[in-house]
């Protein structure tokens, strides 16, 4: 059998963004970024199933998206949204925008 166990963290993780487009959609009057995401360890953020891992040694790309004045959600360029589990874990989530975690800034 194989064991898997969780744990909390204590220290926290620095994630570098990098900006790969900037643009508008004048009919929407809405601005949006097109970022990449980098680890701690120097590696690119990217999806490994349904989970995303901090492990990619090719940028992939993330559209950020406003909600609120304060608040933002991370969609991949397919269109599936980020959700934030339990001890900080990142899924994938194909089932819509209402689900999606808002990460506050």
Same mark, same amino acid.
């Given at each position: =059998?194989?064991? #898997?166990?969780?744990?909390?963290?204590?220290?926290?993780?620095?994630?570098?963004?990098?900006?790969?487009? *900037?643009?508008?959609?004048?009919?929407?009057? =809405?601005?949006?970024?097109?970022?990449?995401?980098?680890?701690?360890?120097?590696?690119?953020?990217? &999806?490994?199933?349904?989970?995303?891992? &901090? +492990?990619?040694?090719?940028?992939?790309? %993330?559209?950020?998206?406003?909600? #609120?004045?304060?608040?933002?959600?991370?969609?991949?360029? +397919?269109?599936?949204? *980020?959700?934030?589990?339990?001890?900080?874990?990142?899924?994938?989530?194909?089932?819509?925008?209402?689900?999606?975690?808002?990460?506050? %800034?």
């Amino acid at each position: =059998m194989i064991w #898997e166990v969780s744990i909390s963290k204590v220290s926290i993780e620095l994630i570098e963004t990098r900006l790969y487009k *900037l643009g508008f959609v004048p009919f929407h009057f =809405m601005y949006y970024l097109l970022l990449n995401f980098t680890g701690g360890n120097g590696k690119y953020w990217g &999806a490994s199933g349904s989970e995303i891992r &901090a +492990d990619a040694e090719t940028p992939t790309k %993330f559209w950020i998206e406003l909600r #609120e004045p304060t608040k933002i959600c991370i969609k991949t360029t +397919d269109g599936a949204y *980020l959700n934030e589990e339990k001890n900080g874990k990142l899924t994938v989530n194909q089932s819509g925008s209402k689900e999606a975690t808002q990460w506050e %800034f």
